[in-house]
């Protein structure tokens, strides 16, 4: 159950489905993790992404009260809500300059909160946002720490090089926790050699519906700055 007192609502516009939540202020924490969803995100599956949102930070933090973390569900822009649309990449195109800013923007604002100094910023794109992540990387370089590609048949690149952040790219199997963007559309594989992102190994069989807290044991060290 989501702790009303420690959801942060930082971009709205119901008038298309976009949103930004987080789970505690990210300018008040150490550890950032932006959540990029993919097929199907809007504001009418917000209860359940957002479920997945504190799930995973439930088993990143020490305590429910851990305000170190801060785990984003950036959801501004509108999603494809079929596997048919997510073959058109408008959706992720027309938004990188949203998202690059948003990123740009966070070690900015943490300037002026509890540690004063910026976060570590953790990327984890889902399906069809590994587009939106791929794109602005290559259009505009991403402000991240570590970019992690979940279940994404493509980035839009050929090669996680071309992703232009400053940090590592790790990837999934696409097959494992992918939102049904279809493959061979946009590009190769993360998760092949070619591409040269680090590939990642899911968890416990039992995380299997939930794609973020399948791959929590690969991710907690990505996060925290350990791997």
């Known amino acids: 159950m989501l702790d009303d007192n420690r959801i942060l609502l930082m971009g709205f516009h119901p008038e298309d489905g976009r949103v930004i939540i987080a789970r505690n202020n990210p300018d008040n924490a150490r550890y950032v993790v932006v959540i ?17 949102a504190e799930d ?10 851990d305000d170190d973390i801060s785990v984003v569900l950036w959801a ?5 809500q079929t596997a048919a ?13 949203r998202f690059a800013s948003f990123l740009a923007a966070l070690p900015v604002t943490a300037e002026h909160g509890r540690y004063q100094k910026a976060a570590r910023v953790v990327v984890i794109a889902r399906g069809y946002g590994g587009l939106v992540a791929g794109f602005t990387g290559r ?43 279809p493959a061979g559309v946009h590009g190769p594989r993360p ?18 519906r939930d794609p973020f807290v399948r791959y929590h ?11």
């Open 85 to 97: 649309e997510a073959r058109d990449p408008a959706f992720a195109a027309q938004v990188t300059s």
């Open 139 to 181: 259009d505009h370089g991403l402000t991240a720490d570590a970019l992690v590609l979940l279940g994404c048949p493509a980035a839009g690149v050929e090669t996680a090089a071309a992703l232009r952040t400053a940090g590592p790219v790790y990837a999934t199997s696409a097959e494992v926790g992918s939102d049904g963007t």
């Open 76 to 80: 501004d822009y509108v999603a494809p």
């Open 217 to 227: 044991p690969s991710l907690r060290p990505i996060i925290f700055g350990d791997a």
């Open 56 to 65: 995973l930070f439930r088993r990143l933090a020490v305590d429910p009260d």
């Open 36 to 52: 990029v969803p993919g097929i199907g995100s809007g504001l009418h599956l917000m209860d359940e992404l957002m479920g997945q």
């Open 191 to 208: 998760d092949s050699p070619e591409f040269g992102a680090t590939l990642l190994r899911s968890g416990p069989l039992s995380f299997q």
